[in-house]
T-cell receptor, first 113, second 115 residues
Framework: GQQLNQSPQSMFIQEGEDVSMNCTSSSIFNTWLWYKQDPGEGPVLLIALYKAGELTSNGRLTAQFGITRKDSFLNISASIPSDVGIYFCAGGYSGGGADGLTFGKGTHLIIQP | DGGITQSPKYLFRKEGQNVTLSCEQNLNHDAMYWYRQDPGQGLRLIYYSQIVNDFQKGDIAEGYSVSREKKESFPLTVTSAQKNPTAFYLC??????????????FGDGTRLSIL
């Protein structure tokens, strides 16, 4: 199946820094989702985006649905230790005839003391 | 509380043995999915089911089998034909079928290892 290009693969940051990550695709989507996975747990939905250009926040997290519908961005402000984990993007298309959610390979966020 | 329950949390398989991973949801979701996660590989789709008594192969179905006799349940069997079964297995569900943009909700996973 199709894969999204998610970058960076991993990030090593200091506590308090801001974080940016993104996903790009060769295909358009009409839904972008961002998940976080803690070690040994299942992914948890953070933010869902349903409209091109949409900017949505969830606490210190902000995600944007790119206007080309081929990309999405996730920003985390003022990182804290519990932000450590793997962040996945997922694209979805409800137009029929296409596969459902397509997942990126994840961005591994590591916070250095 | 509504959610997805996977069991067991840890499972060990002997050579030549079939093992079954349980997945139950009480979200009244139509669609259910099984993913395999290996380090650095992201999520790979094994099987999915849009409705009861129907399921479709995903990208890596060889060596696995599923059933969907009840809306709430979607067990995955890892057969002896799967030569490299060691991985983290995730079950998910969504309100509608796979040909949609509905968010998927995940269980907490089962870690399978070979003895």
């Amino acid at each position: 199946g199709q894969q999204l290009n998610q970058s960076p693969q991993s990030m090593f940051i200091q506590e308090g820094e801001d974080v940016s990550m993104n996903c790009t695709s060769s295909s358009i989507f009409n839904t972008w989702l961002w998940y976080k996975q803690d070690p040994g747990e299942g992914p948890v939905l953070l933010i869902a985006l349903y409209k091109a250009g949409e900017l949505t926040s969830n606490g210190r997290l902000t995600a944007q649905f790119g206007i080309t519908r081929k990309d999405s961005f996730l920003n985390i402000s003022a990182s804290i230790p519990s932000d450590v984990g793997i962040y996945f993007c997922a694209g979805g298309y409800s137009g029929g005839g296409a596969d459902g959610l397509t997942f990126g390979k994840g961005t591994h966020l590591i916070i250095q003391p | 509380d509504g959610g997805i329950t996977q069991s067991p949390k840890y499972l060990f398989r002997k050579e030549g043995q079939n093992v079954t991973l349980s997945c139950e949801q009480n979200l009244n979701h139509d669609a259910m999915y099984w993913y395999r996660q290996d380090p650095g590989q992201g999520l790979r789709l094994i099987y999915y089911s849009q409705i009861v008594n129907d399921f479709q192969k995903g990208d890596i179905a060889e060596g696995y089998s599923v059933s969907r006799e009840k809306k709430e349940s979607f067990p995955l069997t890892v057969t002896s034909a799967q030569k490299n079964p060691t991985a983290f297995y995730l079950c998910a569900s969504s309100l509608f079928g796979r040909y949609s943009n509905q968010p998927q909700h995940f269980g907490d996973g089962t870690r399978l290892s070979i003895l």
